[in-house]
């Protein structure tokens, strides 16, 4: 038997004194996330409220989640720290019938966002090893009417439940331990936390007495997390249906260009819009010569698959009020300038009905009565007032004027104009070989656009149309057509009060 001297130590004690100390794992010590609540639908700006909450699990119904926020149309993110009890693959579901998009460990694993359906390989499943932190961030838009959602996870083995508390971590570092010893059993509240604790003391020998275990930290409280209120019973929260297959990607409609009458399945009823400012004199005119026929409208491609819907005679288009991407929200006429809240989207909504989602809100074109505002910008739901018909606007062919046909075109598409010299009556011919979109401009001899025409799609075939330019001053002009990406100009003269009117219908004398 040997002796070692008085306070010394053997070599496996000596070891273990100055081995490196191992990171204790996770073990359940977690408070809830990070959440940052935002007053409009698409987490733009700064968040109303940022809190933590101990469980993405909600019932708000038709209320509003919190005070200073809407019951429709918020948003929220929840961020932070997962911890996984053992390792191997978690499928998380989120329980809503709202959008949401989730990121596990740097993955998107669930993505609704925009209407987008999840793709077979979106299983929302990703690996996680236990006694390791992973990031986590959730995202959520609720638009409008009953607003729930819960996070679940199915662990390896195990059915679907609700991520526990004990599981989530506010914003930190991962690789910050947790403490020694069991979790806490509940957590009822959340209390402030405590000042930042003296570096643990250096080891102690064994026949020393062992510290006893730290108390668990406790979170910082930014705002007191409410009980979720329960959901009316006659509106239960439904779970995710299952996801239909992704469609096709969508390519630009080269045949929508045009112009069109939209009428909405609901009534019948065109599409008719105020001004959002007093209209012009030319305005005035244009709507007193549509007065007895539905509005028309110009569907121009605006890029990226969108479209401008524009007044013909005029630069205005529809737009949703003020850029507001709540529901209800009015449509309005505005110059166009290039504003999201100007742009649509139009898609196949069936049996021969479009729907036109705005760009900036992702909300329907959407009819109601005169009681219920008119016009306004809604969720999509599918219903008959949210649907319209696109009927295109056909071209009147004017009677040929006699002499016209003998007139030799220019250009391309074999542009001519008779009589010219006129009295300001003139009758235009050009030809089309494959149909095409096309409008015309009048300027004056300063360069000045004095009439314009609306840029519409016209069949194959010889085309006439009559000009009625009286109202302009004598003088010579520059009549410029644009057929596609073709131009053809030409030199109009309008000459009083010598011209006489051109004979309608007449035979060509070289006939």
Known sequence: MSYLPAGAVSAPEAAAAHAPRLIRPVQGWGTGLTASYFNNGSLAGAPVLKRQDAAVDFRWGTKAPAPGLPADNFSVRWEGLIAAPSTGRYRFVAVTTDEVRLWVNGRKVLDTWDGKKPGSQDDGSVSLAAGEKATIKLEYNDTDGVAAIQLQWIPPGQAA???????????????????????????????????????????????????????????????????????????PAKPVKAPKPAPAEEKPNTELPGVYTLTVRSTGKPLEVAPGRPATLSEQMAAVEQSSAAPQWRI???????????????NKVLEVLGSATSNGTPLSLWSYYSGYNQQWKIEEAGDGYYKLIAKHSRKALTDKDTLGGGVQQWRYTGKENQQWKLEAVKAVEEPILAGAPST????????????????????????????KPLGWVLYNQNGVAVRVSDYRKQAAGTHHQTLNFTSLPAGDYYLSLTVGSENTRQMVSIRRPSADVPEVGASSPNK
């Open 408 to 435: 030799p075109g220019v250009g391309d598409n074999g542009m001519s104009v008779y009589p010219n010299p006129s009295n300001g009556v003139m009758q235009m011919a050009y030809n089309l070989d494959v149909a």
């Open 300 to 314: 121009e491609p605006a890029g990226e698959g969108l479209y401008r819907l524009v007044v013909p005679g005029s």
């Open 161 to 235: 439940q609700l991520v526990p508390s004990g599981n989530l971590y506010p914003l930190g570092s991962p690789t910050t331990p947790d403490p020694a010893g069991p979790p806490p059993v509940a957590k009822a509240k959340v209390e402030p936390a405590p000042k930042q604790a003296k570096p643990a003391p250096a080891p102690k020998p064994a026949t020393a007495k062992a510290p006893a275990a730290p108390k668990a930290p406790k979170p910082v409280k930014e705002v007191a997390q409410a009980a979720p209120e329960p959901e009316p019973a006659s509106k």
